[in-house]
């Protein structure tokens, strides 16, 4: 089965729900939360309430007893929505409960797939049902004051003997499904998994939602304090951020300080603009579904286009059978 649906409701396109089960798919992030301070970035349970107001938006965090999500455990909602905009792409049906294998997401988030990463992934599915949120955020262009769980509910469907959870059933809160279903989200580097360190992972969110397609961006060291949702005095996050510049641990951008207390994001290589670069036949991408059965073959495309810009944009003479013969090693 690939990228399918359980049982249909009121028509084809309301399934009962989504088997998350599309390979190769690009890691995607909601841009609500890359633009502001949702998850915590502690490694310890993080009991405190946050307020944040930036602009006419406004919004609470309350955790549970058990803290509040951590950003961490957002590659669970990184890995639902990558699946959801994989099946959307293929014009398939989706629907706001998914069915996923814990195996495939602990892998896909490159996570270890012992018992202690079994376990931590039932906490990290506790911490996002319990976390509360009340935001004015507008999603799909709808403008409300709510409030909602990071998800809205989660079932083990299927375990092991010795009570590893296999199949997981998870409902993803309306907000954030409104939020996949309009699109309103942006493409990670794969690489972004790898970044241990929390606040790497935030700022990598920050530069990828405010740089974009530009070759630099700036902000001062205080708003991005406020916008990582970091809870150190200014002086001690200057010093992490100085540690990260030393250490340039992210993908896609370098760091480098500025004049006046002042961040500048750089990207390593400026990514091909709108139109540019080689163009595909729509029948080599039928050609291409059918060599990739299950397989997100915009994700493939988009990643066919990175290499070519990452290698210097050399001329081809069939970008067709390029494709087609990078399709082959890739997959």
Known sequence: MTGGAGRALAGPSTPDFFLCDFAGVLPKDDMASM??????????????????????????????????ATLF????????????MGALNAGQPVSRTLSLRA?????????E????????????FERLAGTRITTNIATAETTTTTGFGLIESWRIVRATRGGRMVQVLVTLSEWLYRAVLSS???????????????????????????CGRQPEWRVGLATLAEKSGSASPLRVFRRMIRDMIAA?????????EGAGDILVVRRRVVPAAPGEGPHLRSATLEEARRRAPGWDVHALV???RDVWVRTGRAPLRSPDAAFLGWLARRV
Do not use: M
């Open 35 to 68: 633009e502001h301070p949702i998850f915590s970035l502690a490694t310890r349970p993080d009991l405190r309430v946050l307020h944040y107001a930036r602009g006419p938006v406004q919004i609470t965090v309350t955790p549970s007893v058990r803290g509040r």
């Open 73 to 84: 455990d957002k590659d669970i909602l990184i890995y639902c929505i990558s699946q959801l």
């Open 103 to 111: 195996h495939d997401l602990l892998v896909a988030t490159g996570r």
């Open 113 to 124: 797939t012992s018992g202690d990463g079994y376990r931590r992934l039932v906490d990290a």
């Open 184 to 210: 309103a989200v942006l493409t990670l580097n794969r690489d972004y998994f790898s970044l241990r360190k929390p606040l790497e992972r935030r700022v990598y969110e920050i530069a990828r939602k405010h």
């Open 248 to 256: 340039d641990p992210l993908p896609d951008y370098t760091l480098s």
């Open 302 to 304: 988009a990643e066919w």
